[in-house]
């Protein structure tokens, strides 16, 4: 947006600094034809008038010696027909077409004396005449060979000045367009900022208040809409909070009731519907853990945007650690549940140097156990790696099986709250899954990436970009001082 009003701004400042020096330098070009062309006349008419006084006298000798002079202080040519008689003078030859034009036209008692305006490169030669006479007869005709040399080289000096002015002036307009364009903008720009930074994390700083008034404004009224919006979505993730958590007491006591409900159970039909109803409860706690889960999964994730964002007083980002011993543990951890669903787990090799990934430890445990599970739930009897390595800027925590996997569309639709696929509608589950592994990685500077693996399957990769070296650096030492 930036680059477009700028554009446009530069565009208009130099179509004005166009016209300006047009205007200037066309005026010019006229003075100083108008200066030549009067001086030109003047010393056109003294001559003719020399020449009348030779036509009355018949004595053309002082004619050719004010001529000759003219010629040589000027170096202009002249050429003077008196009656039969024709005078040059400057090397001017009255053979010359335009003279012989000139010469014609005086004898009709017609005058030339204009010139036309000077141009930068010139125009070639330039002429004027005049008849001179009795009022009834025209006695002979002067043609002046105007050299304008002098007068295009002030009128070079002029464009060369004009033009330095102009690229000055223009310089001056660009700066100038240039600080109204962000003056403007800038505003919109850190407006435009804060919707995304309110988009993303529910939250947002108070924009400063500068730019056109209506602009001030603006920012005003949207800060403080966006603290309503933000004090809103933060009521209300607590009160999910709050309710999960005070719905596990009542919960609790349902479970016990209906353990002890089943010590009264006779028929076998009453002890079927008890154990639907457990069944039932289960569900319930396990949606509440899942709410639970993801509130606190939100919450950081808020607190990593804003840190991203460079807000104060939010927590400093988690020190690097490896991720493979962490990913080692989890796959420890889900053995059990994958012996019992017919899955392998197989663990790839740590790559080698280590890499390091800025991530909380235990939020890196419960991303990739909620990723083996889902792999181990939805892919029964499936081979199930996992694997950490460096992939050109950024380092790869990847979880993939041979499964029957997910289309695009349900992989577009995987991280979804309460998102599951119709095929696996008969497995038990809450459809948060994903979401909150999408948040912890988002958390802590990285992002969950769902993609097809060949023949088939799902892959699952959290992707982290790589610390700086300052932090890898300080990470290195810290575990040789623990070691």
Known sequence: ???????????????????????????????????????RAASLNRLAQVAFDAAGDGDTVRLQREMDTYSGLYGEGIVVRVQEDTLESGGLSASRADVQNALSLARLNVSGTSLEPLEFFGSGPRVIFRPF???????????????????????RERWLGVGLAALALAAVLLVGAARVTGWVLRPVLRLDSAVRELERTGRMERLPEDGPPELRELGRSFTAMARTVSASMAAQRQLIADTSHQLRNPVGALRLRLDLLQLELKTARE????????????????????????????HRASEGYLRAAGSPGEASPAEPVDPFPILQGEIERAAPLAEQAGCKLVLSGPPQPPVLVACHPAELAQM???????????????????????????VVVEIYDDGPGLSAAERTSAATRFWRSPRHAAVPGTGLGMTIVG?????????????????????????????????????????????
Request: proline residues 3%; contains cysteine; negative net charge.
């Open 133 to 155: 006479g009795s009022a009834s007869q025209v006695l002979g005709a002067v043609v002046l060979d105007v050299h304008a040399d002098t007068a295009q080289q002030k009128l």
């Open 1 to 39: 947006m930036r680059l477009r009003v700028l554009g446009v701004l530069s565009v208009l400042c130099l179509v004005v600094v166009f016209l300006i020096s047009g205007t200037i330098l066309t005026s010019a070009s006229r003075e100083l034809t108008q200066e030549l062309q009067i001086n």
């Open 439 to 483: 948040e912890l990685a988002a958390a802590n500077g990285g992002r969950l990436v769902l993609a097809e693996t060949a023949p088939h399957g799902l892959s699952a990769r959290i992707e982290f970009p790589v610390p700086p070296a300052g932090q890898m650096a300080s990470e290195s030492s810290g575990g040789g001082a623990r070691a």
């Open 271 to 298: 002890h079927d519907a008890a154990e639907r109803a457990m069944a039932e409860l289960d569900r319930v706690e396990e949606i509440l853990d899942g709410v639970l889960k993801l509130a606190a999964a939100e």
């Open 368 to 394: 990739a156990g909620e990723l083996l599970n889902n792999a181990i739930k939805y892919a029964p009897g499936a081979t199930v790696t996992a694997a950490v390595r460096l992939e050109q800027d950024v």
